[in-house]
């Protein structure tokens, strides 16, 4: 699998900003040294490594080892939603190390909490309460980080590619979004390091990127590619490139609907990130399928998965009328092909808990932005009965 790499191509995520920086090409330890001794000149780095990735693999040795002497400290593994409990230990031993450089090498709960780790250290908050009191988006009067932030993703969330942070309070078990302005600087693709992530988890965070739409013709495919061989670099690295353009539209400043906004506050309740769009996606889209304008829009999204070979011999090995499938339908069967989670059941949600992600899905900040404005808790429940058994 080795020979995927040769040498490095580096150049900035979107065209409309100047961060992050992509890397990929070079194996992520090298990719990282090379930055960390050079553009970045940091010699106080400080490493936050996912917990499966350390039992399960030797990818921090090889971390550690590439960046020798620099690295001033490492702590292993955030759970998931990035509960902000978890964070403050963190923020207080960076705080005494005198850290000038993060590393996260894992998936996107990991990578949220180092963004909300170096906003918290700029703004010298170092308390649960502290912390929450800085949520919010911008525009707000909050110091912006200074510390250089450098990601290693193994999934395809796609969190490292903006500023923005989710982290969950444990009392509320609610979801807060946080805004530290600054986006990470640097993020390393290593398509081989992410044949050590779990399939389940790196399909559902795919289509996690899906959600956003942008990206879809290069990832709805790789995924696809990717479920019939996990061994598959290149497919990988084309499902790396595909959430980097699902992501020009989170930077755009397209508003994210319903799937986001039920989806986060679903997260806390027990459901990992990516599973949360493979099961409410569909059902958002039928949802604003009542809407005449939204109709057309997802007539376009249609045709453009239907155009895609491997999806459309998907389709035909279904018997699916191609010509007849609304949108929802063809996610359906995506999503199953790919063998992700469609229901609440699927994914062991308690039911008791039901009334609470109601509840807290109308407080999130994407909720009123979904095609067909989402105000009322009889809208979520229509959209949660589609997802229910």
């Not at 979004?177 to 790196?202: G, K, S």
Request: glycine content about 8%.
């Amino acid at each position: 699998m080795a020979t995927w790499f040769s040498s490095e191509t580096s150049h900035p995520a979107f065209d409309i900003k100047s961060t992050p920086t992509v890397s990929y090409g070079l194996p992520f330890p090298e990719a990282c040294a090379v930055h960390v001794n050079g553009n970045l000149s940091s010699h106080r780095v400080y490493i936050i490594a996912s917990a499966s990735l350390t039992r399960n693999t030797d990818a921090l040795d090889r971390l550690k080892k590439a960046l020798g002497d620099r690295v001033a400290g490492v702590h292993v593994g955030i759970g998931s939603h990035t509960p902000i409990q978890e964070l403050v230990p963190i923020i207080a031993e960076a705080k005494d190390l005198g850290i000038d450089c993060l590393v996260t090498l894992g998936a996107g709960s990991i990578t949220d909490g180092a963004k909300l780790i170096r906003f918290a250290l700029a703004n010298k908050v170092y308390s649960v309460a502290d912390i929450c009191s800085i949520r919010g988006e911008r525009p707000h009067n909050w110091i912006q980080p200074s510390i250089p932030l450098i990601c290693i993703p193994t999934t395809l969330s796609g969190g490292e590619y903006q500023a923005i942070a989710g982290a969950t309070e444990e009392k509320k078990q609610q979801k807060m979004v946080f805004d530290p302005i600054r986006d990470p600087d640097l993020v390393i693709q290593d398509p081989e390091l992410c044949t050590t992530t779990p399939e389940r988890i790196w399909l559902s965070t795919g289509i996690r990127a899906v959600d956003h739409c942008r990206g879809l013709e290069r990832l709805a495919g790789a995924l696809l590619k990717c479920k019939q061989d996990p061994k598959d670099l290149e497919a990988r690295h084309q499902c790396q490139t595909g959430v980097v353009e699902a992501m020009r539209a989170v930077s755009c400043g397209v508003p994210l609907g319903g799937s986001h906004a039920i989806g986060h506050q679903l997260g806390p309740l027990g459901v990992s990130h990516g599973e949360t769009s493979c099961i409410l996606l569909p059902a958002v889209c039928s949802f604003n399928s009542q809407e005449p304008i939204n109709v057309e829009k997802q007539a376009v999204v249609t045709q453009i998965l239907r155009e895609s070979q491997i999806i459309s011999e998907m389709l035909a090995s279904e018997d699916v009328d191609q010509s007849k499938a609304d949108l929802a339908t063809i996610l359906d069967i995506y999503l199953r092909n790919l063998g992700m989670p469609r229901t609440l059941d699927d994914v062991g949600f308690n039911p008791n808990k039901l009334d609470m992600l109601v509840s807290n899905s109308l407080t999130d900040h994407w909720i009123t932005t979904n095609a067909i404005p989402i105000t009322k808790e009889s809208q979520v429940r229509e959209i949660l009965a589609k997802v229910t058994g």
